[in-house]
Each structure stands twice: as structure tokens, then as C-alpha cells.
């Protein structure tokens, strides 16, 4: 054995000692023990006692959070709870009553331990919070597991009582001698250690000596098996970047079925979802990848390093922050990104969407409503609850606050003389804002550390793209790398060179093309079609709305057209100019004769060569 297999070994053997030991030290005096029963899996139920040790107050509260981190939206989770009562240590029962929407008080006239008892029904996994079922039991913490605000920082256990050939994936470590029962340090740990148990696939690699779980459950057999090592060319990418692992071990758990897609971060695992046709085809696996690098990316931007707001987490309120574009659009622009620098993505495949990202974010009617940060704060009430009107009022922390992340780490890369870049950042984050330390990250610290990195001040981009609503344009951004926009070329010679458009858009219903939404600076807006209008025909003719997009692409800009459309049951006609569509195709390119310093940027940053 050499002597780094050596020192690895022996690092992962202490790891594992450590682990073991500390198991044993919380299992053996927890201050707050969950136990969970499935017997009732087949009604999608779950029974859960909550023991918590030594209570010498007269009344107890317990909660169940109003939100999940990774998803900033209230869930209502105590919804779902159909039946609470409580016991003390003489199995005597003790009052309760529910003072709260998500709490409940209990009466503790004696000292001692005292039982709750409650019953969860468990059927949301699109949202992935609680799901059972005969094969498996998905459960997230912030949506299952009651707590009191005294006892949330004490240890606890969690024991499941399992049928026979289930198995536990999970971050947070089993008691050696107990397989069915997993130990935290704390709530707020049991709620960033979603649990996964049943019938599912698991496959373990040792990545940069630290073992990486893969789990599956669903429809496992469409899973390649050349996707476990493109996964972990990217898990070695993150770790390049910031230099080392925050977790000793972690679990990618994936589900597979219909309709299901998205993924949620956790500090040493994710919950991933796919659809059964999310392998079929190169395009459908690199998303899947991007969705894998950008909830793994997650572990280091948000899990570890955390921004002003969302430290500590206050489970009974909205976590306010301004800066979910750093925490989720900055890690929106490396998922993709990444996936590139590992050869898991083309770097052809990386500035399609790229340029796809420009000119949506660049032609949507609500950035020039509202700013980053304000749609970072108001993602409690708007992102997480669109409506027909978000595209001409909101933007995206996520989309918006990629584009402005990749206008921002060619800013830093020009300044710098390319010395530095956005890696750099993250990684002074990465080091001064650990979990650990009680500190959270503010703009003001960003702007410090940009300083530091690049002698400039940052405070003008950061008034002009995060704070305010200033129109983008990418294009020294996209020069710093050697790129620069042409349009599409056609793909058939009677093709229109522009597309006629109405600035609207529809969705089937009852054989009608329901306008779903209405462009503040579209044809529809202007002639009066509203949100809702069922749309019957075209020029006299019958519409559909899987026809729309072929009979536009009959007209050119400037044609005047005929709708006729239903309006609350009540038939009318609308007459409009066709406007030329905003986003014509445009793609990236290389340009013909790089400068050394545009080669350099391009191959750093891709981390792949300028081929000719």
C-alpha cells in the first residue's frame, strides 16, 4: 500500500471511529427520542412518538415548522396532522390544546418524561417533504418530526420500525449496534438529514476519500451505469474548487417516476427527482447532471456558507433574505458550468443554454419591474407562488441571478488582469463563513471581498444588476471569453428570417388555446386579450393550442389577424398587428481570432481547450 493510500485509509478508519463514537455518545444519552412506525404505510400514515427526557416546566410546547429550507415558501405541514395526544411517564394522559396553526400546548404538571403521540398523513412527494407508501417512506424533517424551542439544540434519535428487506439512506449516522436508529446532534441537523427508507438501489464510490452514496427508488432499471462515474468526474470538479469536502460522507437520493422532477440541497445529501425518460436521450441526461452539480454545489453555497437571514433558521416565520441569488443564482450558473469543466457537458452544449438564459432574461418584460434582491425577499409571496402576471413583474434569483453571477465573474476576470475569478470568491466564503462560526454573510461582505480580490469597487454593478433594474447587456461579458452573438441561421430556405408574435401564451383546454399568460410589451396585451380568454380560432380558422407556434410560423411581423375567442362563456372577436418576436435565434460564438487574454479566460473558465 502507498503511503497516500495509507494515510487515506487511516483517515477513513478515523472517520469511521469518530462516527461510531459519537453515535454512541448521543444515542446514549438523548434528550429527545422520535420513534416512527409504518405500520399503517398502506393509508399513507405514519404514527410518531416524541419522547422528550426530563421535563420539569408546567406546560410543554411542540411545533411543526411552517417551512422546509430549500424551498422558501410556508407548506402548512401541521396540515397533515390528523390526531396529537400526549402521555406522561405513567402513561396518565396530559391535556392538549392546539394554541397555534403549527403548535400545540401540552399541560406538564409532573416532572419527568412526557410522550407525544400524533399521526401524519404522507402523500406529498412532488414537494419532497413526506411520502409512503408499500415500497418506501420518504421523510423530510421540517415536514415529519414536532420540536420545542428548548430542546433544539439538545441530541436525539429517531428509531424506525421497518418491514422486512427495508433498508435506511440517510446523512445522519445509525447507532453501530442499531441499524434502525439514527443519531443527531441537534433539530436542526435532524431536519437537514432527510430519511429514505424502503425498497431502493444503492450503489457506494469513494470519491476523494470520502464515500459518495447513490440511492434510487422508482423506477431504478432506467438508470445507466455510465452515470455514476459522469457524476463523480463532477463530485471531483466541486471538490477542485473549493479544495475539500464540508461532509465525511454523503447520499444522493434520487426518486424515478412520473411527473417528478427538481431536487432539494441538504448539508450532507440531497433529495433528487426524475422522470422514468430523464436517461433516454443526451439532452435528458445532461439535465439531470446539471440538477445533480447544482444541489451537490449547494453543499459548500447555502449549507455551508450562509447569507444574512437564513442563520439560524426560524422554523415558525419566513426567513427573509436579499440574497437568494447568491445562495440559489450563483449556484444556478456553476451547475451547468461545471458540468462542462468535468466533460460531462460539451462546451457547445454550454453556450446553447447560455444563450438561451441571455435572451430570456434580457427580453422579460418584469425586469424592468423588479430588482434581485427584491425578488430574492419576496420569493415567500411571489417566485414560489407564480402568477399569470409574473412575467411582466417578477424575475428569477435563479435564472437572472446566474446571468448576473456569469456578468459578474467576467468583471472580476477582466479587473484582475484574469489573476482572479468567481472561484475565488466562493472560495473566500467558503473560508470565512463556515457553518460552524456564528456569522452570515451580508452584500456588504461581497462587496469587500470583490474589492480585496480586484482593487475595484463593485458598488456601481451591484446598484445597477442586484439592486436596481437596469437593463443587461451581456455582450463584454460574453467578449471577455471570445464570444460574440450571430443570429441563427435558418434551417430551410423558405423559413421567415423574423417569427410573427403575439405575446402571449396558451395552453390546451377543453380543445381551446387558453391564454395563460399576456406580455405587458406584446400584440395581446395592447388588443385587450386577457388571461383565461379561450382562444377558438385563428384568421376563421379552428385553434389549437399545439397548432399556435406552426400558424405563426405562416405570418411575418406586421400581419393583421383575426381572434376569436370565448370570454367567460360569451363569444368575441379581436383584431391585432402581429409584432416580430423578441428572441430571434440568436447564438454564441467563438470569435475567428482570439486575443491571448480571451483564450486564457475562455480555457480557464470552461476548463476545456480552445480547439480550432
Not at 445532461?286 to 447555502?302: D, G, I, K, M, P
Not at 444574512?308 to 450563483?330: C, D, F, I, S
Not at 468583471?411 to 466562493?426: F, Q, V, Y
Not at 466564503?429 to 456564528?438: E, G, H, I, K
Request: a negative charge; charged letters at 25%.
Amino acid at each position: 500500500m502507498s503511503l497516500t493510500l495509507g494515510v487515506l485509509a487511516f483517515l477513513a478508519a478515523s472517520f469511521a471511529t469518530f462516527a461510531s463514537a459519537a453515535a454512541d455518545r448521543v444515542a446514549a444519552s438523548p434528550r429527545v427520542e422520535y420513534s416512527v412506525s409504518l405500520e399503517s404505510r398502506h393509508e399513507q400514515l405514519v404514527d410518531i412518538e416524541m419522547r422528550v427526557r426530563d421535563w420539569a416546566e408546567p406546560t410543554l410546547q411542540v411545533h411543526m415548522p411552517i417551512w422546509r429550507p430549500g424551498r422558501y415558501e410556508v407548506l402548512e405541514s401541521a396540515g397533515g396532522v390528523r390526531s396529537l395526544d400526549a402521555v406522561d411517564a405513567s402513561g396518565a394522559t396530559l391535556q392538549v390544546e392546539k394554541t397555534e396553526k403549527a403548535t400545540w400546548t401540552i399541560a406538564t404538571p409532573a416532572r419527568g418524561d412526557v410522550t407525544i403521540r400524533y399521526r401524519l398523513h404522507a402523500n406529498s412527494i412532488n414537494n419532497r417533504t413526506r411520502h409512503v407508501d408499500d415500497t418506501h417512506a420518504f421523510l423530510s424533517g421540517a415536514s415529519v418530526f414536532l420540536y420545542c424551542h428548548e430542546r433544539r439544540n439538545d441530541p436525539l434519535t429517531v428509531t424506525l420500525r421497518l418491514p422486512e428487506g427495508w433498508r435506511i439512506a440517510c446523512g445522519m449516522d445509525a447507532i453501530p449496534s442499531d441499524p434502525s436508529t439514527l443519531t443527531a446532534s441537534d433539530y436542526d441537523q435532524l431536519v437537514d438529514s432527510p430519511i429514505e427508507a424502503g425498497i431502493h438501489t444503492t450503489r457506494t464510490l469513494e470519491i476523494e476519500g470520502a464515500p459518495h452514496e447513490f440511492v434510487f427508488w422508482g423506477r431504478t432499471d432506467v438508470v445507466p451505469e455510465s452515470l455514476y462515474e459522469e457524476a463523480a468526474r463532477i463530485v471531483r470538479v466541486q471538490h477542485a474548487l473549493f479544495g475539500s469536502f464540508p461532509h465525511r460522507r454523503y447520499v444522493f437520493m434520487t426518486h424515478i417516476g412520473p411527473g417528478m422532477g427538481g431536487g432539494t440541497e441538504h448539508v450532507n445529501s440531497t433529495i433528487m427527482q426524475a422522470k422514468p425518460t430523464a436517461f433516454d436521450s443526451p439532452k435528458d441526461r445532461r439535465n439531470f447532471l446539471a440538477l445533480l452539480s447544482h444541489e451537490f454545489f449547494h453543499t459548500w453555497n447555502v449549507k455551508q456558507f450562509r447569507p444574512e437571514g437564513l442563520k439560524p433558521y426560524r422554523y415558525q416565520r419566513e426567513n427573509y433574505t436579499k440574497l437568494l441569488w447568491v445562495a440559489e443564482g450563483t449556484t444556478s450558473y456553476y451547475d451547468e458550468l461545471l458540468c462542462v469543466r468535468a466533460g460531462a457537458w460539451k462546451p457547445s452544449h454550454y453556450l446553447e443554454s447560455l444563450a438561451k438564459l441571455i435572451e430570456e432574461e434580457t427580453t422579460r418584460p418584469g425586469a424592468k419591474v423588479q430588482s434581485l434582491e427584491s425578488s430574492s425577499f419576496d420569493s415567500w409571496i411571489k417566485f414560489n407562488k407564480p402568477t399569470p402576471d409574473g412575467v411582466n413583474s417578477t424575475v428569477s434569483f435563479y435564472s437572472k441571478g446566474a446571468l448576473v453571477s456569469f456578468m459578474l465573474d467576467a468583471a472580476i476576470r477582466r479587473d484582475s488582469g484574469n489573476a482572479k475569478t468567481l472561484d475565488d470568491l466562493m472560495r473566500l466564503l467558503n473560508q470565512r463563513f463556515p457553518l460552524a462560526s456564528p456569522g452570515s454573510y451580508t452584500t456588504a461582505d461581497l462587496l469587500a471581498m470583490l474589492r480585496e480580490l480586484t482593487g475595484k469597487d463593485y458598488a456601481p454593478f451591484f446598484a445597477s444588476y442586484v439592486g436596481g433594474t437596469a437593463p443587461i447587456d451581456a455582450t463584454e461579458a460574453l467578449a471577455t471569453f471570445g464570444l460574440e452573438w450571430k443570429p441563427e441561421e435558418s434551417k430551410a430556405d423558405d423559413e421567415k428570417p423574423s417569427r410573427a408574435w403575439l405575446g402571449i401564451d396558451v395552453r390546451d383546454a377543453e380543445g381551446t388555446a387558453q391564454v395563460s399568460s399576456v406580455r405587458a410589451d406584446g400584440p395581446g396585451a395592447a388588443a385587450g386579450l386577457m388571461v383565461d380568454d379561450q382562444l377558438v380560432a385563428l384568421d376563421g380558422f379552428r385553434l389549437r393550442a399545439s397548432e399556435m407556434d406552426a400558424r405563426l410560423k405562416r405570418l411575418t411581423p406586421g400581419t393583421r389577424v383575426t381572434l376569436t375567442f370565448f370570454r367567460r362563456d360569451a363569444l368575441r372577436t379581436v383584431e391585432l398587428t402581429a409584432g416580430e418576436k423578441p428572441t430571434q435565434g440568436r447564438k454564441l460564438t467563438r470569435v475567428k481570432e482570439p486575443t491571448p487574454a480571451q483564450k486564457a479566460a475562455y480555457e480557464q473558465w470552461l476548463g476545456q481547450p480552445w480547439e480550432p
